[in-house]
């Protein structure tokens, strides 16, 4: 398996513009996350989806931000408008469905607002 | 609620050095227990887990053991290499929930 891919690697964009990061999940995993990950706050939980569902999204910032799985092998999180303290490493993961399980992790999307 | 605690870093050693970062938890019912790595520029990798009291985690020489009775997870190694160099996670996985719990993460730095 190829695990966790993540598109794009590297992202820069002006504030104001929307920004879409792509994850496409080990096959046969039920749990999709999204973290952030900065400095400052360390590791964020920002929604978890469960056989395409949104589960929990109370860690999504603000509306600016979305998620979507529209299918089990395809999940996007996007931010519009984007702002410069959205710049963060976004990372994506998955896991099978049982608490023994650990989670495979993405190579994340550095995010970069300017 | 859940939660993880890691002692703070950068822990710094010289190559061969015996390597212990420390980790305690709290949580509800019987948690599964895990180390991650993540090296820089790098996603978080698993690095070894434990789901169930004293039972031990290994890998790459590191090991970890679940212990019950003092709530910890402390990751040990032998002799740490300059490719240890890395950033380290504690985290827990409650039966009760599939939301993950980490700590802040220790960073690592080997020297030659």
């Known amino acids: 398996d190829a695990g966790v891919i993540q598109s794009p690697r590297h992202e820069v964009t002006e504030m104001g513009q929307e920004v879409t990061l792509r994850c496409k999940p080990i096959s046969g995993h039920d749990y999709l996350f999204w973290y952030r990950q900065t400095m400052m706050r360390g590791l964020e939980l920002l929604i978890y989806f469960n056989n395409n569902v949104p589960i929990d999204d109370s860690g999504m910032p603000e509306d600016r931000f979305s998620a979507k799985m529209p299918n089990a092998s395809f999940s996007t999180l996007k931010i519009q408008p984007s702002e410069p303290r959205d710049s963060a490493v976004y990372f994506c993961?998955?896991?099978?469905?049982?608490?023994?399980?650990?989670?495979?992790f993405g190579s994340g999307t550095r995010l970069t607002v300017v | 609620g859940d939660s993880v605690t890691q002692m703070e870093g950068p822990v710094t050693l010289s190559e061969e050095a015996f390597l212990t970062i420390n980790c305690t938890y709290t949580?509800?019912?019987?948690?599964?227990l895990f180390w991650y790595v993540q090296y820089p520029g790098e996603g978080l990798q698993l690095l070894l887990k434990a789901t169930k009291a004293d039972d031990k985690g290994s890998n790459k020489g590191f090991e970890a053991t679940y212990r019950k009775e003092t709530t910890s997870f402390h990751l040990e190694k032998g002799s740490v290499q300059v490719s240890d160099s890395a950033v380290y996670f504690c985290?827990?996985?409650?039966?009760?929930?599939?939301?993950?719990?980490f700590g802040r993460g220790t960073s690592l730095i080997v020297h030659p």
């Open positions: 993961a998955s896991s099978q469905d049982s608490s023994n399980y650990g989670y495979t």
């Open positions: 949580a509800t019912g019987y948690p599964s």
């Open positions: 985290a827990l996985r409650s039966g009760g929930s599939y939301i993950p719990t």
